[in-house]
């Protein structure tokens, strides 16, 4: 069974840090893109991030470039986004999602994604 399960949300301070994880099983990782969304409810979903597990390229827009950080560990089959000097507007609830491609690019969110996290609660209080 395809799957991907994501941790790490929570509650944090203005200025705090978070890291979310992205356990995925049941594919091969190591030909994937692993796209990082956010949502927020009434709104549109955000493409923010995508890191590339073949090649380690990865993309970030301009509302997170800087602070956001994705990496990967194919070992594990486990994506990460390290959040640092979170803001209040970046409350929402994120998903991490896979496609299967080779690289990472400004067009990440235009893939295929064929499967999605559960999503994780992230809350940043003022």
């Known amino acids: 069974e395809v799957q991907l399960v994501e941790s790490g949300g929570g509650l944090v301070q203005a200025g705090g840090s978070l890291r979310l994880s992205c356990a995925a099983s049941?594919?091969?990782?190591?030909?994937?893109?692993i796209g990082w969304f956010r949502q927020v409810p009434g709104k549109e979903r955000e493409g923010i991030s995508c890191?590339?597990?073949?090649?380690?390229?990865?993309y970030y827009t301009d509302s997170v470039k800087g602070r956001f950080t994705a990496s990967s560990d194919n070992a594990k089959s486990t994506a990460y986004l390290q959040m640092n000097s979170l803001k209040p507007e970046d409350t929402a609830i994120y998903h991490c999602?896979?496609?299967?491609?080779?690289?990472?690019?400004?067009?990440?969110?235009?893939?295929?994604?064929?499967?999605w996290g559960q999503g994780t609660q992230v809350t940043v209080s003022s």
């Open positions: 890191i590339s597990s073949s090649d380690g390229s990865t």
């Open positions: 049941g594919f091969t990782f190591d030909y994937t893109v």
């Open positions: 999602a896979a496609a299967s491609a080779a690289y990472c690019s400004s067009s990440f969110t235009f893939l295929q994604y064929d499967s």
